[in-house]
């Protein structure tokens, strides 16, 4: 995928930033943080993980499905792939 390569490290920064979120959370579960505090922390990851898929999902649009050198049949075949990993991600 061009557009992973091409933005590589701004997408390794934030995966790097939900790691951190991650690691924040076990800590917080380990000392015991109270419902909200935890709640709250999911809640952030979860945004930022959105955050990341919107940002790979729209390069793969833009690079690959609005590219005029797909064929129709191979353009059908990769709206399918996308609408099939939103529909698993949206679950």
């Given at each position: 995928m061009p557009h992973t390569r091409k933005d590589?490290?701004?997408?390794?920064?934030?995966i790097r930033r939900i790691k951190?979120?991650?690691?924040?959370?076990?800590?917080?579960l380990e000392a015991g943080t109270e419902c909200s505090g935890?709640?709250?922390q999911i809640a952030a990851i979860?945004?930022?993980?959105?955050?990341l898929m919107i940002e790979v999902l729209e390069g793969?649009?833009?690079?690959?499905?609005v590219s005029g050198d797909l064929d129709e049949e191979q353009r059908n075949k990769d709206v399918e792939?996308?609408?099939s990993v939103l529909r698993s991600?949206?679950?």
């Open positions: 590589k490290k701004k997408l390794l920064t934030r951190g979120q991650t690691e924040a959370l076990e800590k917080a935890i709640l709250q979860r945004g930022a993980v959105s955050g793969h649009i833009r690079d690959h499905l792939q996308v609408v991600y949206t679950r």
